[in-house]
C-alpha cells in the first residue's frame, strides 16, 4: 500500500463547479499536511496548509479528518485557471526523508 | 530575487555519461533538497541537505551524488547514466522546518537518457 494516495482522475468539470479530491495516507503519525498545484510542465507550487480544524482560502477549502486518514480540498466556482494537477504532501516529521508527495491528482475546467 | 533556479533545463545523455544538475537558490535558505518525478508516482525524494556540508540520501539514491560547499549551490551529479534515470528533476528549498514552511521549487531539469 501506497504511503499517500490520491485518485488521478482524470477530472473534468465545468466552469463553475464545485469539485473535490481525496487524499488518504497510511501513517497514523503524520504531523503536517500541504497541497500543492502543478501545472503542466511546471514546477508544483503551494497551494495550501491543511490544519486540524480545516481551513479556507477563497475559493479553496481543506479538510484533515484523522480519524479515517485523509485530507481533502473542495474548489468551488471553478474557474478554467484551476485546471492543473494538484498534490498532497503528508509530513511525518521534519525529516525531508520523512515527507511524501501523492501521485497528484488532474483537474481540467471545461469552458 | 531569481528564487530558485536549475540548469539545464532539457538535456539529453548517452547510457554511460556523466553529468551534473546544476541548482541555486538566493533566499538564503539552509534545506535543500533534489526531487525526481516519474508519470504516475510522486515526487521522489533523492538526496537533501540541511546546510553547507551537510548532506544526506533519500528514498532513491542510487546512482546520484550531491554535495553542499556553500548555501546557495546544491549540485546533483549522475554518475553514469542509465535509462532509468529519464525524469523531470526538481530542485526544492525552505526556509524553516518543512513541517511548517513552504518548499519552493525550481522549474526543474527534463532529462532523457538514451
Known amino acids: 500500500r501506497k504511503e499517500v494516495e490520491q485518485d488521478p482522475g482524470p477530472f473534468n468539470v465545468p466552469e463553475g463547479a464545485t469539485v473535490a479530491f481525496n487524499c488518504t495516507y497510511s501513517?497514523?503519525?503524520?504531523?503536517?499536511f500541504f497541497w500543492y498545484r502543478q501545472d503542466c510542465r511546471k514546477e508544483p507550487k503551494l497551494l495550501m496548509s491543511v490544519y486540524s480544524s480545516g481551513n479556507e482560502d477563497g475559493r479553496f477549502t481543506a479538510q484533515l479528518n484523522r480519524a479515517s486518514q485523509y485530507i481533502s480540498l473542495l474548489i468551488r466556482d471553478s474557474k478554467l485557471s484551476d485546471s492543473a494537477t494538484y498534490l498532497c504532501?503528508?509530513?511525518?516529521?521534519?525529516?525531508?526523508?520523512?515527507?511524501?508527495f501523492g501521485s497528484g491528482t488532474q483537474l481540467t475546467v471545461l469552458p | 530575487n531569481a528564487g530558485v533556479t536549475q540548469t539545464p533545463k532539457f538535456q539529453v545523455l548517452k547510457t554511460g555519461q556523466s553529468m551534473t544538475l546544476q541548482c541555486a537558490q538566493d533566499?538564503?535558505?539552509?534545506?535543500m533538497s533534489w526531487y525526481r518525478q516519474d508519470p504516475g508516482m510522486g515526487l521522489r525524494l533523492i538526496h537533501y541537505s540541511v546546510g553547507a556540508g551537510i548532506t544526506d540520501q533519500g528514498e532513491v539514491p542510487n546512482g546520484y551524488n550531491v554535495s553542499r560547499s556553500t548555501t546557495e549551490d546544491f549540485p546533483l551529479r549522475l554518475l553514469s547514466a542509465a535509462p532509468s534515470q529519464t525524469s523531470v528533476y526538481f530542485c526544492a528549498t525552505t526556509g524553516g522546518t518543512l513541517l511548517t514552511d513552504t518548499q519552493y521549487f525550481g522549474p526543474g531539469t527534463r532529462l532523457t537518457v538514451l
Open positions: 533566499m538564503n535558505h539552509e534545506y
Open positions: 501513517n497514523s503519525a503524520s504531523q503536517s
Open positions: 504532501v503528508v509530513i511525518l516529521s521534519g525529516s525531508a526523508r520523512q515527507l511524501t
